[in-house]
Structure formats: C-alpha cells, structure tokens
C-alpha cells in the first residue's frame, strides 16, 4: 500500500466497507475478454428502445426542452401517470414522483425513511442493490430465506418485525428468481404492514414482464403502500434513467424535497420521451419474453430443479453440485455467462440465468446447461 492510499483510506466513510462491488459487474468485465460469449447474464431487455420514443427524445432535444424541470417531473407526464395510477386505484389519494431511474426513488425513499439503526426487511434472494442501499441509508437489513420455493411466509415475516422496522421491501416479479406471488401472499403482506404501522415498498420495475395471470399488487389492499416503478425494462430505456413512484402523498412530498438536493430532476429529453412511450404498444415484446422463459424452460427443466418463474426475465435454477460458484466457473469455460447465487444471496445454491438474449444464443444456452447437467 503506497502513502497514498494510506491517506485516501483515511478519507473513506465506514459505510462503504458494507458496500461491495456488484459481482454482475464483473461478469460484464468478462464478457469483453471472451470473444463470442453466451451473454445470460444481462439484466436488461434485448430489443432497442421503439423508433417513436427514439425520435420524441430527438425532438424534445431539438425544441431545447435540455434544462432541468420541475423536481417531480414535468406536468404533461406526472399528469397521464397519475390518471393510470387514479384508475387502478381509485380513492387511494396517491400522490407521483417521476425519478431518476427506479433505483433513484429507492434510495430517495429510504433515505426519506431509514433512520441509523432502523430495520428493513429483505427477502432472501434478493436484488443485488436493495441492501447497500439500505446501508446508505444507515439502516439494518433482516434476511428472511425463501429457500427453496422463494416462497413468503408470513409467519417469518411477522416475527421479523421489531420495534426497530421500518421497511419491508417487497420485489414482484422478482430479480433474480423471476417469481411471481399469489393473491393471497401480496395480500397478508400488506395487511400485516398495516397492522405494524411499517412502510411497504413493492418494486414492481418488472410489472410489464408478468407471464402467467395478472399481476398482484400490495397497493391494492393498502393504501399506504409505496409502489416503484419505471420506464427501464418495459421500452428498454434502462440507459435512459426515469422511473417513478407513487404513494402516499406526505412521503412522496418528501421524496421530492429530497430529490432537489440530489438528482435535481429525471432527464428532461427522457420525460418528454415518455409521454410517447406510454401511447407505445409492448404487448408484442411482452409476447416474446415468455416464450424466451417457456423456450429456456423447456429446454433445461429435466436437467435443473428450478422453482417457479413467472415473470421478469430470470430463472434461479438449483447449481448441480449445490455450489453455483463452482458451477459458474465451469459454465466460464465454455463461454457460458451466468450469474453465481452469492451475488443475490447469503446462499450459494442456485444461479441467475437470463432470457433477455437472442433465440440463437438462448439455443446456444441449453446446449451449454444441458451439458454441464450431465458433467455434474
């Protein structure tokens, strides 16, 4: 360690040692060293954003529509926003934020939130970001395992929960296992964060990804329920960072106090593109992905254990061997990329794979599971 480094440690905030570097990452390091990797570790769609959403940021541009807008998002989108959420929810009284991107209404409202030494509620697997951020915040996260179904038990739930929660984080579809809950979970689960007086935040980033019935949501059953949502994965516009969430009106306010002090505002082009982006229709794309999950499913589910995936764009299959690092490594070899469990979990027993790839490399993918099933 030079002197330097020496000096820049001293500099660096104990809540950073809680924060590691993501292990997706990394697989997107590696791919660039493998000449013509089978890429299932993508988190994000394959299509190209629509050409109309395409030419309405071109035009916002254009028209000079380049300087920072109102906090909360510009009127004409929070305006079409939140008559979709007043129809779904009718005399909820819920008030929007558009953000920057999806995980930048999460960290606004956990920091909005998440008082140092409070506890959040995170159910194991869970997506890599929710518990650094919860660590920024300055909270506590509590794991509760959902192996081997990924199933919630409210049981668990409810002893859980201390004087010290605050928040249960809630994630439906769900990264990385793709699972999708029932009527009857979604339900006790906002009932019993009502009953407790704790925040529910549902992030439902993948709501449009939802494969078989309809999607389920907490806000439904309580009011109080904050819901995070985003323009990401459902017009693949994930470098484009806008999301939005909607609640109850004192938190959303302070979320937008908030958000003037950090990320100002979404990307005005953006907001202006998503005006278009709500009147596009994705039901074609939607399409497609679930039979990308029945095709993947299909081709591996006699060699794999893997619990239900019903939406998103993930399977969490069980690693032969129960040890997906080593599993993983060996998918390595022969240009397979996947994600080990460890990234998601206190577990290392399953792997994330991805469907959000062409069908050539989807073939490609069982060929390759297919045959490390039987190296095992």
Known sequence: MTNQDSVVDDWIAERMSHIESSGIRKVFELAKSIKDPINLSIGQPDFDVPEPIKK???DAIDAGRNTYTLTQGIPELRQQLLQRV???FPKSNRDLIVTSGTSGALVLALCCVVDPGDEVIIFDPYFVMYPHLVSLAGGKSVFIDTYPDFEIDINKVEKAITKKTKVILFNNPANPTGKTYSLETVKELAELARKH??????????SAFHFDGLLQTPADFNHNVLVLDGFSKSYGMTGWRMGYAHGPTKLI????????????CAPSMVQYAGLTALNQDMSGFMQQYKLKRDFLLNGIKDCYEIPNAGGA???FPKAPGGNSTAFVEKAIQLDLLIIPGKTFSSSDTNFRISFAAKQVTLERGVEVLRKLAKSF
């Open 56 to 58: 309405a940021a071109k």
């Open 86 to 88: 007043e129809a779904k």
């Open 197 to 206: 007086g704790v925040l529910l935040i549902s992030d439902e980033i993948y």
């Open 253 to 264: 306010q302070e979320m937008i106090k908030l958000q003037q002090f950090t990320f100002v």
């Open 313 to 315: 764009f993930y399977l």
